[in-house]
């Protein structure tokens, strides 16, 4: 039994020591620590960054001389007028001067013009008014003020026969010939008559008010209906039934 186990851990040893390493998959797969130098390089060519063997170094001067110095630079690099593609003036600028902002410079003058309300300026307000004069005031819009009194609405005008009232007045469906029509050329007549209209209701007060619907002179019915140039009287008998 003993030399069993002892075969088994052996076994388990030497498949162990086979297994590869795995190796770092942050380098990239074959990649050392070459590559990513080689990278790094290629990409400071690309974006204009000199690599950094390229680029010499000296130690900062912080003496306040050296500092002066070069705040000068900078100041006469920025003047208005200096010619060193800054864009800080008007050359360069799109032929804009800058603003020459200074803390030297007087403060900018306060402009109230007129048409500009001061209403919410307290200090403003409080040496205009008082609670007298808004009292005074209140009082005088009170006196301006007038009550119109409700007046009885107008006798309406007789704009013709009343086609709701006529239309609650017959029961049959469109198309029913009620009325007797004789003639020649019906459909003629008919697509004549009905194109001087805008509107099937006002066709059909036309109709009604020239002997319709017992008599059709413009053959404005030629089916006998009643209802002129296609006129539906059902959305207003619909209308009566639900209210």
Same mark, same amino acid.
């Given at each position: 039994?003993?030399?069993?186990?002892?075969?088994?851990?052996?076994?388990?040893?030497?498949?162990?020591?086979?297994?590869?390493?795995?190796?770092?998959?942050?380098?990239?797969?074959?990649?050392?620590?070459?590559?990513?130098?080689?990278?790094?390089?290629?990409?400071?060519?690309?974006?204009?960054?000199?690599?950094?063997?390229?680029?010499?170094?000296?130690?900062?001067?912080?003496?306040?001389?050296?500092?002066?110095?070069?705040?000068?630079?900078?100041?006469?690099?920025?003047?208005?007028?200096?010619?060193?593609?800054?864009?800080?003036?008007?050359?360069?600028?799109?032929? =804009?001067?800058?603003?020459?902002?200074?803390?030297?410079?007087?403060?900018?003058?306060?402009?109230?013009?007129?048409?500009?309300?001061?209403?919410?300026?307290?200090?403003? =307000?409080?040496?205009?008014?008082?609670?007298?004069?808004?009292?005074?005031?209140?009082?005088?819009?009170?006196?301006?003020? @007038? =009550?119109?009194?409700?007046?009885?609405?107008?006798?309406?005008?007789?704009?013709?026969?009343?086609?709701?009232?006529?239309?609650?007045?017959?029961?049959?469906?469109?198309?029913?010939?009620?009325?007797?029509?004789?003639?020649?050329?019906? @459909?003629?007549?008919?697509?004549?008559?009905?194109?001087?209209?805008?509107?099937?209701?006002?066709?059909?007060?036309?109709?009604?008010?020239?002997?319709?619907?017992?008599?059709?002179?413009?053959?404005?019915?030629?089916?006998?209906?009643?209802?002129?140039?296609?006129?539906?009287?059902?959305?207003?008998?619909?209308?009566? @039934?639900?209210?």
């Amino acid at each position: 039994m003993m030399t069993r186990v002892s075969f088994v851990l052996v076994a388990v040893a030497a498949l162990a020591a086979c297994q590869p390493a795995v190796p770092d998959s942050g380098k990239g797969v074959g990649f050392g620590d070459q590559f990513t130098a080689e990278q790094r390089a290629r990409e400071a060519a690309l974006s204009g960054v000199p690599a950094p063997s390229q680029v010499a170094s000296a130690p900062l001067d912080g003496s306040a001389e050296a500092t002066a110095a070069e705040t000068a630079r900078v100041l006469a690099a920025t003047r208005s007028g200096a010619s060193n593609g800054l864009g800080n003036d008007a050359t360069t600028n799109s032929g =804009v001067a800058p603003l020459d902002a200074s803390p030297s410079n007087p403060a900018p003058p306060v402009l109230n013009a007129a048409g500009i309300s001061n209403e919410n300026n307290f200090d403003a =307000v409080s040496g205009q008014r008082s609670i007298e004069s808004d009292a005074a005031r209140l009082a005088a819009n009170r006196a301006q003020y @007038q =009550v119109v009194q409700p007046q009885a609405l107008p006798d309406r005008v007789d704009g013709g026969p009343n086609i709701v009232a006529y239309a609650l007045q017959t029961s049959h469906a469109p198309g029913t010939q009620v009325y007797r029509r004789i003639g020649l050329n019906k @459909q003629a007549k008919f697509q004549r008559a009905c194109a001087e209209f805008a509107t099937p209701e006002q066709a059909q007060i036309a109709f009604l008010s020239s002997g319709g619907p017992e008599r059709d002179r413009k053959g404005m019915d030629p089916d006998g209906d009643g209802f002129a140039c296609s006129w539906d009287p059902t959305p207003f008998r619909r209308a009566a @039934q639900q209210g």
